[in-house]
């Protein structure tokens, strides 16, 4: 096909204007140093000039005469950007841009048209293939760098971005790998201290009970010694009972769920008092209440919640007795409920220790316990979807509240 004579004319021109232009282009080059540029024309004068143009500017020229030996060289050098006419014999430019965006390894290279089309519908062609910019024949040399600079700038910053991006959903995919492998081991060790607290029951209550049976009968038959290693045995083997049962319910909040069901919590409070009549009434303490919501929980967890919060006010009072309150408010999306006491309080360095594990702030001497009741208390709450957290004053008293969600 024959090359209307406007284009080779704007051809010529084109060299003209780039040499003429080439005074007012900064001589340093951008920051897209030796970066490929892929020309491809079918004017064997444009090439040479483009090319040794943008050589000057640090860039490396690759050129190709036609649309089809552009899409060659383009997956074979994999340029940074490419520079394509419009009108070609064969291939023209669109097609061939629409080529090299239908191919995965040259589908991302911009594509700047050079076009002598003053027509606004051919720049939308242009567009519409997937050209991200043009310039318009003759070319201006200063114009071509800027543009050319501009989109290397700009392709460079989207590459980062998507490097970005595939880093994120690959630290994405690798943490939620790790969360599963946690969730796994943690529902695996929680089966296993489950298991074992259970098997240990059976023979430590045989332990207990027969040492208390030695106890009975041979107390005063043996030495002064004798007496007081048995007692110690038997005071060992009823702690060991406590620290088991704890630990059992511990793993029972995971193992032994049971399904959310509406649980009135003036009903399950009566419960706890109930369960906590001995202690209530041994410690002297007051307890007072306000109305407590309805909410969807797990009965017998939100039971022995309760009973933890109540019976660790009660444990830890200051004097002779002890006032204890239990009482509920909104909190936005979710209920607040909250037991007081005028105890004898934490220092705030240990808000947060005495929700772990096996932590506690006073040897067995002064007040019993296993260091388990905040922990359980813990993984019920968040089983519910709520916090829980303490206030508290040394030498005056300790609030403890947990929030759980209203649901629908
Ligand atoms: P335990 O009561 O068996 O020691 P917990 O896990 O229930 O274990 O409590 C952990 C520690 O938190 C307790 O040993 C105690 O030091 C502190 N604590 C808990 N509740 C109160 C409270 N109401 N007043 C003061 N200290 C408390």
């Given at each position: 096909m024959q090359k209307p004579l406007t284009c080779l004319r704007s051809g010529i021109d084109c060299v003209l204007r780039l040499f003429e232009s080439h005074a007012m282009v900064s001589e340093t080059p951008s920051e897209s140093k030796a970066k490929t540029i892929l020309i491809v024309d079918d004017m064997p004068a444009n090439l040479g000039v483009l090319t040794s143009h943008l050589e000057r500017q640090g860039y490396m020229a690759v050129v190709a005469q036609g649309g089809e030996e552009g899409i060659e060289r383009a997956r074979f050098?994999?340029?940074?950007l490419i520079l394509l006419d419009v009108m070609m014999p064969g291939l023209d430019g669109f097609e061939t841009c629409r080529q090299l965006k239908a191919t995965p390894a040259t589908r991302d290279i911009p594509v700047v048209f050079m076009t002598g089309l003053t027509d606004t519908s051919d720049k939308l062609t242009g567009f519409a293939v997937g050209g991200v910019d043009y310039v318009t024949k003759p070319l201006d040399g200063a114009e071509v760098l800027a543009r050319i600079d501009t989109h290397l700038t700009l392709y460079g910053l989207r590459q980062r971005l998507e490097e970005q991006n595939e880093k994120m959903q690959a630290e994405i995919v690798a943490r939620r790998e790790t969360e599963a492998a946690l969730l796994r081991s943690n529902t695996e060790l929680e089966q296993l201290a489950y298991v074992a607290s259970h098997d240990m029951q059976e023979p430590l209550r045989m332990v207990a009970s027969y040492l208390q049976i030695v106890a009975q009968r041979y107390k005063g038959q043996l030495d002064a010694d004798a007496d007081e290693f048995i007692g110690y045995a038997v005071d060992g083997a009823k702690r060991m009972q406590a620290l088991i049962n704890d630990l059992l319910a511990y793993s029972r909040v995971g193992t032994k769920a049971r399904p959310f069901e509406p649980i009135d919590c003036n009903r399950v409070l009566d419960i706890a008092l109930g369960n906590l009549t001995v202690a209530i009434a041994e410690s002297g303490a007051n307890v007072t209440r306000g109305p407590l919501p309805v909410l969807m929980g797990d009965p017998s967890q939100l039971l022995q919640l309760f009973q933890n919060l109540v019976s660790n006010a009660i444990k830890f009072k200051r004097g002779a007795s002890v006032t204890v309150r239990i009482s509920a408010e909104l909190a936005g999306d979710a209920w607040r409920l909250s037991v007081s006491d005028d105890g004898i309080g934490i220092a705030e360095e240990y808000f947060d220790r005495i929700f772990v594990l096996f932590q506690r702030l006073h040897g067995r001497g002064e007040y019993p316990g296993t260091g388990i009741g905040l922990a359980i208390c813990k993984k019920i709450v968040e089983r519910h979807g709520g916090e829980i957290s303490v206030q508290s004053k040394v030498g005056v008293g300790s609030t403890f509240s947990f929030t759980i969600p209203r649901r629908g």
């Amino acid at each position: 096909m024959q090359k209307p004579l406007t284009c080779l004319r704007s051809g010529i021109d084109c060299v003209l204007r780039l040499f003429e232009s080439h005074a007012m282009v900064s001589e340093t080059p951008s920051e897209s140093k030796a970066k490929t540029i892929l020309i491809v024309d079918d004017m064997p004068a444009n090439l040479g000039v483009l090319t040794s143009h943008l050589e000057r500017q640090g860039y490396m020229a690759v050129v190709a005469q036609g649309g089809e030996e552009g899409i060659e060289r383009a997956r074979f050098v994999r340029p940074d950007l490419i520079l394509l006419d419009v009108m070609m014999p064969g291939l023209d430019g669109f097609e061939t841009c629409r080529q090299l965006k239908a191919t995965p390894a040259t589908r991302d290279i911009p594509v700047v048209f050079m076009t002598g089309l003053t027509d606004t519908s051919d720049k939308l062609t242009g567009f519409a293939v997937g050209g991200v910019d043009y310039v318009t024949k003759p070319l201006d040399g200063a114009e071509v760098l800027a543009r050319i600079d501009t989109h290397l700038t700009l392709y460079g910053l989207r590459q980062r971005l998507e490097e970005q991006n595939e880093k994120m959903q690959a630290e994405i995919v690798a943490r939620r790998e790790t969360e599963a492998a946690l969730l796994r081991s943690n529902t695996e060790l929680e089966q296993l201290a489950y298991v074992a607290s259970h098997d240990m029951q059976e023979p430590l209550r045989m332990v207990a009970s027969y040492l208390q049976i030695v106890a009975q009968r041979y107390k005063g038959q043996l030495d002064a010694d004798a007496d007081e290693f048995i007692g110690y045995a038997v005071d060992g083997a009823k702690r060991m009972q406590a620290l088991i049962n704890d630990l059992l319910a511990y793993s029972r909040v995971g193992t032994k769920a049971r399904p959310f069901e509406p649980i009135d919590c003036n009903r399950v409070l009566d419960i706890a008092l109930g369960n906590l009549t001995v202690a209530i009434a041994e410690s002297g303490a007051n307890v007072t209440r306000g109305p407590l919501p309805v909410l969807m929980g797990d009965p017998s967890q939100l039971l022995q919640l309760f009973q933890n919060l109540v019976s660790n006010a009660i444990k830890f009072k200051r004097g002779a007795s002890v006032t204890v309150r239990i009482s509920a408010e909104l909190a936005g999306d979710a209920w607040r409920l909250s037991v007081s006491d005028d105890g004898i309080g934490i220092a705030e360095e240990y808000f947060d220790r005495i929700f772990v594990l096996f932590q506690r702030l006073h040897g067995r001497g002064e007040y019993p316990g296993t260091g388990i009741g905040l922990a359980i208390c813990k993984k019920i709450v968040e089983r519910h979807g709520g916090e829980i957290s303490v206030q508290s004053k040394v030498g005056v008293g300790s609030t403890f509240s947990f929030t759980i969600p209203r649901r629908g």
